[in-house]
């Protein structure tokens, strides 16, 4: 009974995998039951490789492809092989781009610079960093106190476009708390928010200070731009991120933070109401289970992994393993496949 | 149940008159006061009956004996009390930047008669722990001198700590972070040098050495530092590690047990034998509870009485006090007969 079961769900998925092909070949536009054919693909079967047809149904069905940035774009500081032109021949295909990033270090205009540095041609308002995510999230809530700042010069770039008040932030890099008899950090009262992202200079002040704030001033939000474990700081291996920063705030303020980065959905309904776009319209390309995917089904998004950064064939084939993307391939060059005859 | 308990406590009240001493019943008595009743203010008879059992009193010292660099009123008369008494003392502390000679010197400074055997520091227990388990490898540590002095009692080899503090990470373009493959456990403690050098250090060696241990000190919250305001704690630290490793530790310090199974062999004393006094419910009370202590929660240090009685709050000690000192009334000439 099991193998007649599996052969007839196979058969089934067979049936509208060839449907999905004639409707595709006809260019068919994309309609929900496109999106149909391709969620029997996903989440209770093996992630599957995507094949030149599959790719081809990809392009042809999504209008906006949302990429993560470190292992998709770029690994560190150098952009990986084959990106720019298969960014190029979207653009010429008419396909909205927005590339989304967990790194609060830069703001949009701080990554645009980074964009460009790389050969890479984007605008400011296709970037989503988490830096400019934490500050629309409390623009969203119509913020109007202090915030004290965990982490770089991004975050502090897009509180001053928000018009919002910040302490901390770098000018706290080299305070040192000495613990002498009768020592009493004072704090300022009007901090209603403290917002951590990855902060190279994390110390023991602004962790104090940060305390003492959430502890104390009533009502004070706990925001984090994200809490990714590691991540490519630099191409030349993996270093501990923000999940530090923000693992040392909820130690010692035993309260969980609002994230506003992936896998929240915070930027993904920033993304579909800017832009006037229906889930069922966008591709998340990325290369993370945890965040990247997880951020794109969540959200009822296409998902694709790249092997291009920290996930192995190996590891998203794994029983462990509980996240499927719909499709995987090497890296996003491999798109430019759908151009040979 | 009420009846019952009285008829309970006036039996307990008459042992104690008789003089009898400390047996399973009389555990059995106090054990009726905890759990699923509020937590009891001592009265001057519980205080009696309370030094008339117990054989060893185990303090907390931050929030019990001191505030950050002050001892707190009453505590030297009443060691030297109980020591009179011929009770056996041991002081239990989470905090781990000082060894346990590093804290004898704290007490003498402060007037108080102690041994260093009678100090069980975190960074004491960090380096029994790994002598335990014969470890021989080498200690990446993310805190201060005292783990490190520990360590060295210990003849374990380490790197990290108080010399990591002025080591600044560039994130230069294709830089990289070597890290010693031998390094078979990270033990983190309290540490106000903590920088992102150490993170990642640490966090290199618990990825990628196989079989790399992750220690903790304890994961206070929040302590006493000094007496002026309470500062953020080895949870601050120990969280960082936590969140770039998605891994949790192995803690040595309170609630976990290992001090008390190390104090009891040590001391060759039953857990009936001994009362803990300390001033936080999650760490002091939870041990003594866990461990089959009494215990003894004084309002001296980090938890109100508000917090205590709250129905948010569920861990109940046998009895609570404002302070230490307060058991010094048991030398006062007794009032109306029981």
Not at 118 to 130: C, F, M, P, Q
């Amino acid at each position: 009974p099991c193998t007649s079961f599996a052969a007839i769900m196979l058969g089934a998925r067979q049936l509208q995998a060839s449907r999905c092909a004639r409707q595709a070949a006809s260019s068919i536009k994309l309609n929900h039951r496109m999106v149909g054919c391709k969620a029997v693909a996903n989440g209770s079967t093996q992630p599957r490789r995507a094949s030149n047809d599959d790719k081809k149904q990809l392009i042809d069905n999504v209008d906006c492809f949302i990429f993560d940035c470190d292992g998709v774009i770029w690994r560190g500081d150098s952009v990986i092989d084959g990106v720019p032109e298969t960014l190029d021949m979207l653009r010429a295909m008419g396909k909205r781009l927005v590339f989304v990033t967990n790194n609060s270090t830069k703001s949009r205009a701080g990554y645009l610079g980074k964009f460009t540095g790389l050969g890479l041609k984007v605008n400011a308002e296709e970037i989503y960093s988490s830096s400019y995510a934490a500050a629309a999230y409390l623009e969203s809530i119509n913020f109007d106190k202090k915030v004290y700042v965990i982490g770089e010069s991004g975050i502090l770039e897009e509180l001053d476009l928000k018009g919002i008040q910040h302490l901390g932030g770098p000018g706290d890099a080299d305070k040192v708390v000495a613990l002498k008899k009768g020592e009493y950090m004072e704090h300022d009262e009007d901090v209603g928010a403290v917002v951590v992202g990855f902060d190279r200079y994390i110390n023991y002040y602004k962790i104090q200070y940060a305390t003492l704030c959430i502890r104390e001033n009533p009502g004070c939000l706990f925001i984090a731009t994200n809490r990714d474990a590691v991540t490519h700081l630099t191409d030349a291996q993996e270093w501990a991120g923000n999940g530090s920063m923000v693992g040392a705030i909820a130690g010692s303020t035993k309260r969980e933070p609002i994230t506003v980065g992936k896998p929240a959905e915070f930027m993904l309904d920033n993304i579909a109401r800017t832009f006037g776009l229906q889930r069922q319209q966008i591709c998340m390309v990325g290369d993370r289970l945890d965040t990247d995917i997880l951020f794109g089904k969540n959200g009822g998004l296409t998902t694709c992994l790249v092997l291009s950064g920290v996930t192995d064939e190996e590891t998203l084939l794994s029983p462990d393993n509980s996240v499927h993307p719909d499709y995987y391939m090497s890296q996003l060059s491999e798109l430019l496949t759908v151009k040979e005859p």
